[in-house]
T-cell receptor
């Protein structure tokens, strides 16, 4: 079974600075999808960014980018120019690309604090 | 609706009572998921529905938990004889299809407290 590990329970960053959240995963599959979700205090899970494993190019969404290292099974999230609104729980998730195993497998999350 | 809708938003129930949590997915979404999030924990998969296929129930923690999806749309998660360890946020999510990386959209969750 696939597992996702987030080794940083909490992180903090100064406003306007850059922070990187770590995520590693374990799988024997070659094709899959990786996601970062943000969960603010409102509890709403919001998709931040996603990466297809077959794509070598790292995904980027405005201030959010990933460093996807397939051989190392690493998928870190970089937040540039951090804003107060970025404060939230961040979850890394894995999803198989093969039929019959559709669910997202989540890490335990990293709580990000943004200091003014 | 525009997003995944869940009700009730908050529910307090006495130990031993049954509860029903409702999820209304995004219109047209064939895949529907239930997750449980205990305080300070990650998301635990419970059950997955895809179209008319048999649901993936592999995450249900005990036979006190069940879920159904009527007409391929609204889903109800039922917890019988609730226990204090059932206290958690129950999140529902939906997507257009499964297994191809389509974005999974989450509702705001139902916060269940068992006293």
């Amino acid at each position: 079974a696939q597992t996702v590990t987030q080794s940083q329970p909490e992180m903090s960053v100064q406003e306007a600075e850059t922070v990187t959240l770590s995520c590693t995963y374990d799988t024997s599959e070659s094709d899959y999808y990786l996601f970062w979700y943000k969960q603010p205090p409102s509890r709403q899970m919001i998709l931040v960014i996603r990466q297809e494993a077959y794509k070598q190019q790292n995904a980027t969404e405005n201030r959010f980018s990933v460093n996807f290292q397939k051989a190392a099974k690493s998928f870190s999230l970089k937040i540039s120019d951090s804003q107060l609104g970025d404060a939230a729980m961040y979850f890394c998730a894995y999803r198989s690309a093969w039929g019959g195993s559709e669910k997202l497998v989540f890490g335990k999350g990293t709580k990000l604090t943004v200091n003014p | 609706g525009a997003g995944v809708s869940q009700s009730p938003s908050n529910k307090v129930t006495e130990k031993g009572k049954d509860v029903e949590l409702r999820c209304d997915p995004i219109s047209g979404h064939t895949a529907l998921y239930w997750y449980r999030q205990s305080l300070g924990q990650g998301l635990e998969f419970l059950i997955y529905f895809q179209g008319n296929s048999a649901p993936d129930k592999s995450g249900l923690p005990s036979d006190r938990f069940s879920a159904e999806r009527t007409g391929g749309s609204v889903s109800t998660l039922t917890i019988q004889r609730t226990q204090q360890e059932d206290s958690a946020v129950y999140l529902c999510a939906s997507s257009a299809t499964g297994g191809d990386g389509n974005t999974i959209y989450f509702g705001e969750g139902s916060w269940l407290t068992v006293v």
